[in-house]
Each structure stands twice: as C-alpha cells, then as structure tokens.
C-alpha cells in the first residue's frame, strides 16, 4: 500500500540551528514529494515540491529538500531557524499514473529563541 | 489572485441531516481536489476533478459522499444524512500543475 510517514510528532530547535523534518516514503511507480506548511489559523502553503532532476530542491522561505531515492525519504531542511518558523508541517507524496495525493501526519516544528 | 474561498467556513448540524459546502478555485486553476482533516492527522484524499471531469475518488468515500463540479469552476460537496464521524475540517485545493493552493476549509460539527 502506498504510504508517507512523519516519524517525529514534534521537533524542537533554539533559533539560528539548523532544522531536520523527517518524511520517508512507500509508493509503487515514481514518486512526486512535496512539503506543505500550516501555521495557526491559516491554511496549508506550499513550501517545495519534488518531481524529478535535481535531487535537492529550494523553495520558499530558504527551506530546502532532499530526495533520496534509495532511502525513500524526502527530509525537509533549513540552515537556520527562526522563530517564526514554528508551525505544523505535512510531507505529501503523490506517484505516476494516479491523481492522488497522500499526507503524513505532520510534524510540529518548535523553534525556541 | 483571490486565492481559494470555502463556504461556509462553519457548519453545525444534527445527525442525518445533509450539507453541501462550496469551493472556489483560482480561476485559472483546472485541477480541483476535496479533502478532509481531522484532528491530530493529514488530509485525507476524497476526489479530484480535472475541469468538470471527476477522475478520481477514494474508496473511503462513501455512498453518502458526492461531489460536483458542472462548469469547471466551482465545485460542491455533499454529505447525505450525517453521522457523527463526519465531523471534521472539510478542505479544498486547486492547482495548474503539481502543487496545491488549498482554502480555509470548512469545518463540519455533526450532533
């Protein structure tokens, strides 16, 4: 069965290190990663996507991504925390030959200053 | 770019009643998915039109479930004679390409 899995209910981190949120993977076929991003009372936002090429991926707010193919994982990472960073975080897989998209559990992000 | 609107936001409603929710996608956006959220996990996959086509659904929907699309634009939810289950937010994306722009949502109270 295809699944997303967020090992980590929450991760803490003291502003200005670097950040890790885990988010590894089972799919038939080719897999097309994304991270989405929700802060409180706000919808999901798009944060970055992988389809193909370039294994690492940037995208908004200087978050990052790494797609891993032989350890199926798609961890999301930022070189320096912010405060304002803090917010609940969704890896979101969806595969070739089928519309749909599957998300984790999410993954609450603490930065403490 | 208005962004992706959702009505209503709130819905409180006795057991075995029906509802419908609203969705408006960005206007150029042809891709429109449903979801639904509970507390504590990630959005479920209900379905996906492409257009006013529905190409996809999810085998956990039941037949109390239905959605419509009958323009291309907007798109509507309904939810036959409701059960308590069926509490939970109720969310809208569109989408051009691969990522998804989602609405506020709807959250559904069944008592």
């Known amino acids: 069965a295809q699944s997303v899995a967020q090992p980590e209910d929450q991760v803490n981190v003291a502003e200005g290190n670097p950040l890790t949120v885990k988010c590894t993977y089972s799919?038939?076929?080719?897999?097309?990663l994304f991270w989405y991003v929700q802060y409180p009372n706000r919808g999901l936002q798009f944060l970055l996507k992988?389809?193909?090429?370039?294994?690492l991926v940037k995208g908004s707010y200087g978050f990052e991504a790494e797609f891993n193919k032989s350890q199926t994982s798609f961890h999301l990472k930022k070189p320096s925390a912010l405060v304002s960073d803090s917010a609940l975080y969704f890896c979101?897989?969806?595969?070739?030959?089928?519309?749909?998209?599957?998300f984790g559990t999410g993954t609450r992000l603490k930065v403490l200053a | 770019d208005t962004g992706v609107s959702q009505d209503p936001r709130h819905k409180i409603t006795k057991r075995g009643q029906n509802v419908t929710f609203r969705c408006d996608p960005i206007?150029?956006?042809?891709?429109l998915y449903w979801y639904r959220q509970t507390l504590g996990q990630g959005p479920e996959f209900l379905t996906y039109?492409?257009?006013?086509?529905?190409?996809?659904k999810s085998r956990l929907l039941s037949d109390r479930f239905s959605a419509e699309r009958p323009k291309g634009s907007f798109s509507t939810l309904e939810i036959q004679r409701t059960e308590q289950g069926d509490s939970a937010m109720y969310l809208c994306?569109?989408?051009?390409?691969?990522?998804?722009?989602f609405g506020p949502g709807t959250r559904l109270t069944v008592t």
């Open positions: 039109f492409q257009n006013e086509a529905q190409l996809e």
């Open positions: 206007s150029e956006h042809n891709r």
């Open positions: 994306a569109s989408s051009a390409s691969y990522e998804q722009y």
């Open positions: 799919v038939s076929g080719n897999p097309y």
């Open positions: 979101a897989v969806r595969w070739s030959g089928t519309y749909k998209y599957i």
């Open positions: 992988y389809i193909t090429g370039d294994n």
